[in-house]
C-alpha cells in the first residue's frame, strides 16, 4: 500500500506571494491533518479534514486554510506569505478522526524569503 | 501553552546501553499517548502508544510507562542502536479532545 504522499517537496517562495501545497493520503484514510514544523517548536496541530470537513482547528492565523475533496486528498493554502512561515509542513493521515495513529508523508519544505 | 512538554531537547547514550525519554503532560483530558520517531528529511514514525488503562505498553526493545497521577510518561529502548538516533517526538489525544497535541521532540544520539 503505498504511503502519504506530498507535493511538491521543496518550494521557495518571497513575502506577500501565496502557496498551495498537496497532500494525498494512504488510500482508505478518511482524515487527514497537517502540522507545521520549525525548529524548537516541535509539530503545531494547523487543522484535521474528515470527510470533507474541518474537524478541528489549531491556533493559527486565517492565512492559513485547506480542504479536502471526496477522494480525501487534501491541500492547505497559506495565502500573504511571510518570513515566519517558513517549516516544514507535515501531513498525516489515518482512517477515522480521534487523533490515534497517524501516517505521515515526507513534508514540504516552504522557504519564504 | 505547550500541553505536551519534552524537557530535554537532546539526549546522548552509548550503544548497548538504556535510552530513557521523558514526557510530561498538562492536559488532564488526555488519555491517548504515542512516540513518534522521526528521521531527517523524513516525515515521523508511530513507534508505540499506550492508552490510560495501562500503565506499560510493550514492544520489542520499545516500552512506554505511563504514570497518570504525575502526567509523565517515559519511552524506555533496551538496548540502544545506531540506528535509533532520531527525534523522538511524544504526543496525546483523547476521544474528547480530538486533535493529537505533540511535544517539542527529544534528539536522541546513540554513540556506538
Known amino acids: 500500500k503505498a504511503g502519504v504522499t506530498q507535493t511538491p517537496r521543496y518550494l521557495i517562495k518571497t513575502r506577500g506571494q501565496q502557496v498551495t501545497l498537496s497532500c494525498s493520503p494512504i488510500s482508505g484514510h478518511r482524515s487527514v491533518s497537517w502540522y507545521q514544523q520549525t525548529p524548537g517548536q516541535g509539530l503545531q496541530f494547523l487543522f484535521e479534514y474528515f470527510s470533507e470537513t474541518q474537524r478541528n482547528k489549531g491556533n493559527f492565523p486565517g492565512r492559513f486554510s485547506g480542504r479536502q475533496f471526496s477522494n480525501s486528498r487534501s491541500e492547505m493554502n497559506v495565502s500573504t506569505l511571510e518570513l515566519g512561515d517558513s517549516a516544514l509542513y507535515l501531513c498525516?493521515?489515518?482512517?477515522?478522526?480521534?487523533?490515534?495513529?497517524?501516517?505521515f508523508g515526507p513534508g514540504t519544505r516552504l522557504t519564504v524569503t | 501553552d505547550q500541553q505536551v512538554k519534552q524537557n530535554s531537547p537532546s539526549l546522548s547514550v552509548q550503544e548497548g546501553r538504556i535510552s530513557i525519554l521523558n514526557c510530561d503532560y498538562t492536559?488532564?483530558?488526555?488519555?491517548?499517548f504515542l512516540w513518534y520517531k522521526k528521521y531527517p528529511a523524513e516525515g515521523p514514525t508511530f513507534l508505540i502508544s499506550?492508552?490510560?488503562?495501562?500503565d506499560k505498553n510493550e514492544d520489542g526493545r520499545f516500552t512506554v510507562f505511563l504514570n497518570k497521577s504525575a502526567k509523565h510518561l517515559s519511552l524506555h529502548i533496551v538496548p540502544s542502536q545506531p540506528g535509533d538516533s532520531a527525534v523522538y517526538f511524544c504526543?496525546?489525544?483523547?476521544?474528547?479532545?480530538?486533535?493529537?497535541?505533540f511535544g517539542t521532540g527529544t534528539k536522541l544520539q546513540v554513540i556506538p
Open positions: 499506550i492508552s490510560s488503562i495501562k
Open positions: 492536559n488532564s483530558m488526555f488519555d491517548y
Open positions: 504526543a496525546a489525544s483523547s476521544e474528547g479532545y480530538q486533535k493529537v497535541t
Open positions: 498525516a493521515s489515518s482512517l477515522n478522526t480521534g487523533g490515534y495513529e497517524q501516517y
